[in-house]
């Protein structure tokens, strides 16, 4: 059976029951209502081109809090019964129109995949299931669990392989300094999402809010961090995140 859309901003898109690290209202209701009737749109569109394969299509991430703005990346992720490469390769057709949405390329993964990989994936994982909202099928982030050492683990190394990548950025010169860093800071938002559950605190989807709570448990100056995910760039910038992140591997080290 073909998965029903569900409208995104309605009650079902965000069950919000029995998980407490959740929005507190319906996640997708911030996105301007215009937006949201093309996403409905474009979940029928993915409905039928899926079938019974689908087994969900959810949307997560900032876009769904009060920071988002348009012309930053939508995220969404498909769900499906197994790996199916010719419909993945047929899904291709729907990439223009998804664009023009301001969808990023959605993150396709079987259910089986989300279950065994709580381990080695527990922050992107755990950063779907703080800010999500349901356009196709059921929930399959509602009822996850996350061990605290798995956690902690991917925090240090997360904090490593991005002071890493900044050295690597300071070593190349000016043309490398002077690009974006929002993806770097989106990655350390996902470690400070992942601190504050090490700290036993709910999590909240929005980057502002994000930092604002980890400043607070963490007495430190975490603006470096909201700056690059707002556009900023430049040197100072880059040595002020690689400061921060650099600390933050040895808190992660002792947590």
């Not at 040595?239 to 992660?252: K, M, P, V, Y």
Request: proline share 9%.
């Amino acid at each position: 059976m073909t998965p029903s859309p569900v409208p995104p901003g309605s009650p079902e898109s965000t069950d919000q029951s029995r998980d407490p690290a959740r929005p507190s209202g319906p996640a997708a209701a911030v996105l301007p209502p215009a937006l949201r009737s093309r996403l409905a749109d474009y979940a029928q569109k993915v409905a039928a081109l899926c079938g019974d394969r689908l087994e969900s299509l959810c949307l997560f991430g900032a876009a769904l809090t009060p920071d988002w703005c348009p012309g930053r990346p939508i995220h969404q992720v498909m769900v499906f019964t197994r790996d199916d490469l010719d419909l993945i390769g047929r899904l291709g057709a729907l990439g223009p129109g998804a664009v023009t949405l301001g969808l990023a390329a959605p993150l396709l993964v079987t259910a089986t995949l989300i279950r065994t990989s709580l381990d080695t994936f527990p922050l992107e994982w755990l950063e779907i299931t703080n800010s999500h909202a349901v356009l196709l099928g059921h929930d399959p982030f509602q009822d996850l669990s996350f061990a605290r050492e798995h956690v902690r683990l991917q925090c240090e190394r997360e904090c490593a392989v991005l002071c890493i990548s900044l050295r690597q950025r300071l070593l190349r010169g000016p043309a490398s300094i002077n690009q974006p860093l929002v993806d770097l800071a989106e990655h350390a938002l996902r470690v400070l999402g992942g601190m504050l559950y090490l700290k036993h605190q709910r999590c909240p989807g929005a980057p502002s809010a994000v930092i604002a709570d980890s400043q607070r448990l963490l007495a430190l100056d975490l603006t470096p961090i909201m700056r690059a995910w707002q556009g900023e760039t430049g040197r100072d910038l880059l040595i002020a995140i690689h400061r921060l992140l650099s600390g933050l591997e040895e808190r992660c080290d002792h947590a």
